[in-house]
Protein backbone atom coordinates (compact mmCIF):
# COMPACT_ATOMS: atom_id res chain seq x y z
CA UNK A 1 0.00 0.00 0.00
CA UNK A 2 1.46 3.38 -0.73
CA UNK A 3 0.59 6.05 1.50
CA UNK A 4 1.61 9.84 0.49
CA UNK A 5 1.46 12.49 3.09
CA UNK A 6 1.73 15.84 2.58
CA UNK A 7 2.29 17.88 5.90
CA UNK A 8 0.59 21.23 5.77
CA UNK A 9 2.51 24.18 7.32
CA UNK A 10 1.29 27.42 7.98
CA UNK A 11 2.61 30.90 8.24
CA UNK A 12 2.07 31.76 11.79
CA UNK A 13 3.01 29.77 15.05
CA UNK A 14 0.69 30.02 18.31
CA UNK A 15 2.63 30.28 21.48
CA UNK A 16 0.67 29.47 24.06
CA UNK A 17 2.88 27.64 27.04
CA UNK A 18 5.06 29.08 29.27
CA UNK A 19 9.35 27.72 29.48
CA UNK A 20 9.65 27.89 25.49
CA UNK A 21 11.06 31.44 24.06
CA UNK A 22 8.78 32.01 21.14
CA UNK A 23 12.17 32.90 19.59
CA UNK A 24 13.25 29.79 19.90
CA UNK A 25 9.79 27.90 18.61
CA UNK A 26 9.85 30.36 15.54
CA UNK A 27 13.30 29.78 14.74
CA UNK A 28 12.43 25.45 15.17
CA UNK A 29 9.25 25.96 12.82
CA UNK A 30 11.48 27.90 10.37
CA UNK A 31 14.04 25.16 10.19
CA UNK A 32 11.53 22.84 9.73
CA UNK A 33 9.67 24.59 7.30
CA UNK A 34 13.04 24.63 5.25
CA UNK A 35 13.81 20.91 5.33
CA UNK A 36 16.52 21.58 8.19
CA UNK A 37 14.84 18.65 10.80
CA UNK A 38 17.99 17.37 12.43
CA UNK A 39 18.91 21.66 13.45
CA UNK A 40 15.25 21.89 14.69
CA UNK A 41 15.45 19.17 16.90
CA UNK A 42 18.78 19.70 18.15
CA UNK A 43 17.44 23.55 19.29
CA UNK A 44 13.96 21.92 20.10
CA UNK A 45 15.98 19.43 22.91
CA UNK A 46 18.38 21.98 24.43
CA UNK A 47 15.11 24.09 25.10
CA UNK A 48 12.88 20.93 26.34
CA UNK A 49 15.14 20.55 29.31
CA UNK A 50 14.25 23.43 30.87
CA UNK A 51 10.11 22.74 29.99
CA UNK A 52 9.85 19.01 29.30
CA UNK A 53 6.32 19.29 29.25
CA UNK A 54 5.96 22.42 26.83
CA UNK A 55 2.71 21.48 24.46
CA UNK A 56 4.00 23.24 21.79
CA UNK A 57 7.83 21.88 21.92
CA UNK A 58 6.64 18.43 22.37
CA UNK A 59 4.93 18.79 19.07
CA UNK A 60 7.85 20.29 17.23
CA UNK A 61 10.07 17.55 18.39
CA UNK A 62 7.52 15.29 16.94
CA UNK A 63 7.44 16.60 13.53
CA UNK A 64 11.25 16.40 13.18
CA UNK A 65 11.24 13.47 14.54
CA UNK A 66 8.89 12.31 11.70
CA UNK A 67 10.48 14.28 8.96
CA UNK A 68 13.87 12.43 9.81
CA UNK A 69 11.97 9.24 9.34
CA UNK A 70 12.41 8.35 13.10
CA UNK A 71 8.66 7.04 13.35
CA UNK A 72 8.97 4.96 16.36
CA UNK A 73 10.55 8.14 18.34
CA UNK A 74 8.02 10.25 16.75
CA UNK A 75 5.00 8.25 17.58
CA UNK A 76 6.28 7.97 21.12
CA UNK A 77 6.63 11.73 21.06
CA UNK A 78 3.11 12.14 19.88
CA UNK A 79 2.01 10.06 22.58
CA UNK A 80 3.31 12.12 25.33
CA UNK A 81 2.09 14.99 24.30
CA UNK A 82 -1.33 13.37 24.19
CA UNK A 83 -0.92 12.46 27.85
CA UNK A 84 0.33 15.70 28.54
CA UNK A 85 -1.75 17.55 26.73
CA UNK A 86 -4.58 15.83 25.83
CA UNK A 87 -6.56 18.46 24.19
CA UNK A 88 -3.99 18.76 21.14
CA UNK A 89 -6.08 18.05 18.53
CA UNK A 90 -2.70 18.02 16.27
CA UNK A 91 -1.08 15.39 18.27
CA UNK A 92 -3.82 12.47 18.08
CA UNK A 93 -4.68 13.61 14.44
CA UNK A 94 -0.55 13.27 13.30
CA UNK A 95 0.18 9.95 15.06
CA UNK A 96 -2.90 8.85 13.35
CA UNK A 97 -1.41 9.73 9.64
CA UNK A 98 2.21 8.22 11.07
CA UNK A 99 0.31 4.74 12.13
CA UNK A 100 -1.24 4.86 8.51
CA UNK A 101 2.00 5.60 7.07
CA UNK A 102 3.26 2.03 8.35
CA UNK A 103 -0.34 0.30 7.30
CA UNK A 104 -1.37 0.26 11.01
CA UNK A 105 -5.07 1.11 9.96
CA UNK A 106 -6.53 -0.39 13.58
CA UNK A 107 -4.30 1.22 15.83
CA UNK A 108 -4.72 4.54 13.64
CA UNK A 109 -8.68 4.31 13.93
CA UNK A 110 -8.17 4.12 17.65
CA UNK A 111 -6.16 6.88 17.98
CA UNK A 112 -8.78 8.96 15.79
CA UNK A 113 -11.85 7.58 17.93
CA UNK A 114 -9.79 8.47 21.17
CA UNK A 115 -9.37 12.34 19.91
CA UNK A 116 -13.25 12.40 19.27
CA UNK A 117 -14.21 11.43 22.39
CA UNK A 118 -11.22 13.39 24.48
CA UNK A 119 -11.46 16.56 22.92
CA UNK A 120 -14.82 17.47 20.76
CA UNK A 121 -16.41 15.68 17.82
CA UNK A 122 -16.59 19.24 15.98
CA UNK A 123 -13.38 18.56 15.18
CA UNK A 124 -14.04 17.97 11.27
CA UNK A 125 -11.03 17.11 9.93
CA UNK A 126 -10.09 14.27 12.56
CA UNK A 127 -13.61 12.88 11.68
CA UNK A 128 -13.35 12.86 7.76
CA UNK A 129 -9.48 11.30 8.80
CA UNK A 130 -11.46 8.42 10.66
CA UNK A 131 -14.29 7.99 8.11
CA UNK A 132 -11.21 7.18 5.53
CA UNK A 133 -9.78 5.01 8.05
CA UNK A 134 -12.29 2.83 8.47
CA UNK A 135 -13.51 2.54 4.78
CA UNK A 136 -10.03 1.30 4.18
CA UNK A 137 -10.69 -1.40 7.51
CA UNK A 138 -13.84 -2.42 6.30
CA UNK A 139 -13.22 -2.84 2.65
CA UNK A 140 -9.64 -5.01 3.10
CA UNK A 141 -12.58 -7.50 5.68
CA UNK A 142 -14.68 -7.98 3.17
CA UNK A 143 -12.09 -8.88 0.57
CA UNK A 144 -11.06 -11.53 3.39
CA UNK A 145 -14.30 -12.54 4.34
CA UNK A 146 -15.55 -13.30 0.56
CA UNK A 147 -11.58 -14.88 -0.37
CA UNK A 148 -11.20 -12.12 -2.86
CA UNK A 149 -8.06 -10.40 -4.19
CA UNK A 150 -9.69 -6.76 -3.63
CA UNK A 151 -7.34 -3.88 -5.34
CA UNK A 152 -5.37 -2.17 -2.73
CA UNK A 153 -6.49 1.35 -2.37
CA UNK A 154 -4.32 4.46 -1.66
CA UNK A 155 -5.32 6.13 1.30
CA UNK A 156 -3.88 9.94 2.38
CA UNK A 157 -4.44 11.71 5.95
CA UNK A 158 -4.15 15.40 5.94
CA UNK A 159 -2.11 16.79 8.55
CA UNK A 160 -2.28 19.82 10.78
CA UNK A 161 0.34 22.34 11.47
CA UNK A 162 0.28 24.46 14.69
CA UNK A 163 -1.04 27.43 13.21
CA UNK A 164 -4.05 25.61 11.30
CA UNK A 165 -5.18 24.28 14.82
CA UNK A 166 -8.50 26.16 15.84
CA UNK A 167 -7.68 28.33 19.10
CA UNK A 168 -10.53 31.02 19.37
CA UNK A 169 -9.72 34.01 21.14
CA UNK A 170 -11.66 34.66 24.62
CA UNK A 171 -14.32 36.81 24.70
CA UNK A 172 -14.08 39.58 27.38
CA UNK A 173 -16.51 38.55 30.29
CA UNK A 174 -20.09 39.73 29.67
CA UNK A 175 -22.15 41.57 32.29
CA UNK A 176 -24.42 38.91 34.21
CA UNK A 177 -27.54 40.12 32.91
CA UNK A 178 -26.35 39.37 29.04
CA UNK A 179 -25.29 36.52 30.08
CA UNK A 180 -28.01 34.90 31.34
CA UNK A 181 -30.31 36.80 28.43
CA UNK A 182 -27.79 34.56 26.11
CA UNK A 183 -27.73 30.77 27.96
CA UNK A 184 -31.85 31.53 26.98
CA UNK A 185 -31.52 31.77 23.36
CA UNK A 186 -28.16 29.85 22.71
CA UNK A 187 -28.15 26.49 21.33
CA UNK A 188 -25.45 23.87 21.16
CA UNK A 189 -23.95 22.24 17.97
CA UNK A 190 -25.08 19.04 17.40
CA UNK A 191 -22.52 16.18 18.20
CA UNK A 192 -20.86 14.69 15.37
CA UNK A 193 -22.17 10.99 15.62
CA UNK A 194 -19.36 8.36 15.84
CA UNK A 195 -19.03 5.78 12.98
CA UNK A 196 -19.79 2.03 13.64
CA UNK A 197 -16.97 0.44 15.76
CA UNK A 198 -17.74 -2.91 13.89
CA UNK A 199 -14.90 -2.93 11.79
CA UNK A 200 -12.15 -1.68 14.20
CA UNK A 201 -13.23 -4.79 16.78
CA UNK A 202 -12.92 -7.15 13.90
CA UNK A 203 -9.87 -5.56 13.30
CA UNK A 204 -8.37 -5.71 16.79
CA UNK A 205 -9.07 -9.14 16.85
CA UNK A 206 -7.56 -10.17 13.23
CA UNK A 207 -4.31 -8.29 13.81
CA UNK A 208 -4.84 -10.37 17.34
CA UNK A 209 -4.42 -13.90 15.67
CA UNK A 210 -1.87 -12.28 13.09
CA UNK A 211 0.34 -11.35 15.85
CA UNK A 212 0.14 -14.92 17.64
CA UNK A 213 0.56 -16.31 13.93
CA UNK A 214 3.81 -14.42 13.52
CA UNK A 215 4.88 -15.27 17.15
CA UNK A 216 5.43 -12.19 18.15
CA UNK A 217 4.96 -12.28 22.06
CA UNK A 218 5.35 -8.62 22.36
CA UNK A 219 2.48 -8.15 20.11
CA UNK A 220 0.51 -10.48 21.06
CA UNK A 221 0.31 -9.55 24.71
CA UNK A 222 -0.45 -6.07 24.22
CA UNK A 223 -3.99 -7.47 22.60
CA UNK A 224 -5.47 -7.65 26.11
CA UNK A 225 -6.51 -5.48 28.61
CA UNK A 226 -5.15 -4.59 31.77
CA UNK A 227 -8.10 -6.43 33.78
CA UNK A 228 -7.44 -9.60 31.88
CA UNK A 229 -7.95 -12.77 34.05
CA UNK A 230 -6.82 -16.18 32.52
CA UNK A 231 -9.46 -19.22 32.82
CA UNK A 232 -6.98 -21.71 34.14
CA UNK A 233 -6.28 -20.43 37.25
CA UNK A 234 -2.89 -18.74 36.86
CA UNK A 235 -2.11 -15.40 37.74
CA UNK A 236 -1.41 -12.91 34.84
CA UNK A 237 2.45 -12.87 35.08
CA UNK A 238 2.33 -16.73 35.34
CA UNK A 239 -0.11 -16.96 32.11
CA UNK A 240 2.19 -14.31 30.29
CA UNK A 241 4.90 -16.99 30.91
CA UNK A 242 3.47 -19.40 29.69
CA UNK A 243 2.13 -18.04 26.65
CA UNK A 244 5.69 -16.98 25.90
CA UNK A 245 6.80 -20.31 26.07
CA UNK A 246 4.19 -21.05 24.01
CA UNK A 247 4.62 -18.66 21.39
CA UNK A 248 8.12 -19.39 20.78
CA UNK A 249 8.54 -22.92 20.97
CA UNK A 250 7.09 -24.05 17.61
CA UNK A 251 8.78 -23.60 14.53
CA UNK A 252 6.18 -22.48 12.95
CA UNK A 253 2.47 -20.94 14.11
CA UNK A 254 -1.13 -20.41 12.12
CA UNK A 255 -3.55 -18.79 13.18
CA UNK A 256 -7.07 -18.58 11.18
CA UNK A 257 -10.02 -17.36 11.76
CA UNK A 258 -13.49 -18.25 10.46
CA UNK A 259 -17.20 -17.44 10.87
CA UNK A 260 -16.21 -14.53 12.78
CA UNK A 261 -19.17 -12.73 14.39
CA UNK A 262 -19.69 -9.69 16.69
CA UNK A 263 -22.21 -11.46 18.94
CA UNK A 264 -22.75 -8.36 21.20
CA UNK A 265 -21.78 -4.88 21.57
CA UNK A 266 -22.36 -1.93 23.36
CA UNK A 267 -20.25 1.18 23.89
CA UNK A 268 -17.27 0.17 25.59
CA UNK A 269 -18.00 -3.86 25.53
CA UNK A 270 -18.23 -6.05 22.95
CA UNK A 271 -18.64 -10.01 22.92
CA UNK A 272 -16.70 -11.88 19.50
CA UNK A 273 -17.30 -15.38 18.78
CA UNK A 274 -15.24 -17.43 15.84
CA UNK A 275 -14.05 -20.81 14.83
CA UNK A 276 -10.23 -20.74 15.82
CA UNK A 277 -8.18 -23.17 13.36
CA UNK A 278 -4.81 -23.58 14.88
CA UNK A 279 -1.77 -25.40 13.46
CA UNK A 280 2.16 -25.94 14.34
CA UNK A 281 5.25 -28.06 13.41
CA UNK A 282 3.67 -29.84 16.72
CA UNK A 283 -0.10 -29.21 16.46
CA UNK A 284 -3.44 -28.57 15.52
CA UNK A 285 -6.70 -28.36 16.68
CA UNK A 286 -9.80 -26.18 15.97
CA UNK A 287 -12.04 -24.94 18.70
CA UNK A 288 -14.82 -22.50 18.83
CA UNK A 289 -13.80 -19.61 21.21
CA UNK A 290 -15.32 -16.19 22.62
CA UNK A 291 -13.71 -13.37 23.18
CA UNK A 292 -14.76 -10.48 25.24
CA UNK A 293 -13.32 -6.93 24.26
CA UNK A 294 -13.31 -3.59 26.35
CA UNK A 295 -12.44 -0.60 25.10
CA UNK A 296 -9.34 1.05 26.74
CA UNK A 297 -7.28 4.17 26.21
CA UNK A 298 -5.32 2.40 23.39
CA UNK A 299 -8.30 0.97 21.79
CA UNK A 300 -10.21 -2.38 22.29
CA UNK A 301 -8.76 -5.11 24.00
CA UNK A 302 -9.31 -8.53 25.44
CA UNK A 303 -10.62 -8.90 28.87
CA UNK A 304 -11.90 -12.58 28.75
CA UNK A 305 -10.76 -15.31 26.97
CA UNK A 306 -12.90 -18.63 26.73
CA UNK A 307 -13.05 -21.99 24.53
CA UNK A 308 -16.52 -22.91 23.97
Known amino acids: MTMNFRVATGALLWFLSAGLSASTLDEAQLLLQTGQPEQALILIDKQLKDAPDNGDGLFLRARALT ?20 QRIEA ?25 TDIDPAYAAVYRNLQAVNVEIARASYGKALRVDVPE ?11 EVPRPARAPAAPEAEVAETAAVVEPSPAIPLPPSEPAIEQTVRDWARAWSA ?10 ARDFRPDDGLTRQGWEQQRQVRLSRPEWI ?15 QAVVKFIQKY ?11 QLILSRESNGWRISRETTL
Do not use: C, M, W
Not at 153 to 163: G, H, K, Y
Not at 279 to 289: E, F, N, P
Open 92 to 116: YNNLAALLVEQERLTQASQVLEQAL
Open 279 to 289: RSDTYGDVTHK
Open 153 to 163: QNISLATLSLS
Open 67 to 86: ALAQKERAERAYRQLIEHHP
Open 215 to 224: QNVGDYLSFY
Open 254 to 268: RVELDKLRIAEQSGQ
